[in-house]
């Protein structure tokens, strides 16, 4: 299956290692953000934050399953989760804290405890 991984920026090595169990399960990414280097402040490179704009976009229309690690303070990664249910995908988030968003309710989600949770979740 083909996943697209999404999480806060700043705190990607909880993404960064769902990645490697994803892949080691044989499973594809369509697209690691953790490899692209963002302008930040955004505005600084309009041109360029929205080719990865773009970009993320594609990886998350291509997946089969979208995951969430939440993280507080997070922005983009909620503007992901709903570019996901808009698209009607399977969203799979993983956390053991309380629902932060009223989407985490939607039929399509499901609360994982781990990466674990995950692999067991989509094993062939």
Not at 71 to 97: F, N, Q, R, W
Request: proline content about 3%; some cysteine.
């Amino acid at each position: 299956m083909e996943f697209y991984v999404s999480g806060k920026v700043g705190a990607e090595d909880d993404v960064k290692t769902c990645i490697q169990h994803l892949l080691k399960a044989g499973h594809e990414i369509t697209l690691d953000w953790t490899k692209i280097d963002a302008c930040k402040p955004y505005d600084e490179d309009i041109v360029g934050n929205t080719k990865i704009a773009n970009e993320m976009i594609l990886g998350i229309e291509d997946a089969d399953v979208f995951v969430l690690i939440p993280h507080s303070g997070g922005v983009g990664m909620y503007v992901e989760l709903g570019i996901a249910l808009g698209l009607g995908m399977p969203v799979c988030i993983i956390t053991k804290d309380e629902f932060r968003s009223i989407f985490y309710c939607q039929p399509s989600v499901k609360i994982l405890d781990s990466v674990d949770e995950l692999i067991e979740e989509f094993a062939d």
